[in-house]
């Protein structure tokens, strides 16, 4: 059964890099008691599929993540926050059909929050650097809310390396960023989802 879960990654959990993700997530479908649906093969591995890669340090609130259980229970979200590492929290279970777009396909855009640590306004230098990308770039609070095209295409990481590259800060540490989601931007509601 296809099983799209919605999940967030706060606090230190924000440092477990992409590439972790795979087994961390299988593994707490095992201690959950939860039998993964395996890929055909040589070397068989659960069968999952993310959202658009997130550099390590960078809080996702709403990061999509497909599984095939061979069954889920009613209590599955339960089960699985149980046995998530500390900072990993599943809000919702989608159940897509079998047919329906990847991942891939699905996350067009990206909605980002960004802050420099020393008060530096990174307008400017956000529209120097995704240019035709951004779809809306504005000001929320002290954060500069971005929502771009092709997030896989034009990472986020990008950005700082750009940002550091130009002498403009010193490195990740005089950022704060925020995936707040990755999906579709709906223009009515001026979201980003699933």
């Known amino acids: 059964m296809r099983t799209r879960?919605?999940?967030?990654?706060?606090?230190?959990?924000?440092?477990?890099?992409?590439i972790a993700l795979a087994q961390m997530f299988s593994r707490s479908a095992s201690r959950a008691g939860l039998t993964l649906i395996m890929t055909q093969g040589f070397s068989p591995r659960a069968k999952l599929s993310f959202g658009p890669e997130l550099p390590a340090g960078v809080v996702a609130l709403n990061?999509?993540?497909?599984?095939?259980?061979?069954?889920?229970?009613?209590?599955?979200v339960t089960l699985m926050n149980n046995s998530l590492p500390e900072g990993f929290?599943?809000?919702?279970?989608?159940?897509?059909?079998?047919?329906?777009?990847?991942l891939g396909k699905l996350c067009k855009h990206a909605k980002y929050l960004l802050r420099n640590v020393n008060g530096l306004n990174l307008s400017e230098h956000a529209k120097?650097?995704?240019?035709?990308?951004i779809v809306k770039l504005d000001h929320v609070d002290e954060w500069l809310r971005l929502?771009?095209?092709?997030?896989?295409?034009?990472?986020?990481?990008?950005f700082v390396k750009f940002m550091t590259a130009e002498n403009i800060i010193a490195g990740w540490q005089d950022m704060n960023i925020v995936r707040v989601s990755v999906?579709?931007?709906?223009?009515?509601?001026?979201?980003?989802?699933?």
Not at 92 to 102: H, T
């Open 5 to 18: 879960l919605i999940y967030s990654k706060r606090g230190g959990a924000c440092f477990v890099p992409h």
């Open 63 to 76: 990061e999509p993540l497909d599984m095939y259980f061979e069954s889920v229970p009613e209590n599955f």
């Open 89 to 102: 929290n599943i809000s919702r279970v989608i159940f897509p059909e079998e047919d329906s777009p990847s």
């Open 128 to 133: 120097n650097f995704y240019r035709d990308s």
């Open 147 to 158: 929502i771009i095209n092709a997030p896989a295409q034009n990472p986020i990481g990008g």
């Open 183 to 194: 999906g579709s931007y709906n223009q009515e509601k001026d979201c980003v989802n699933l």
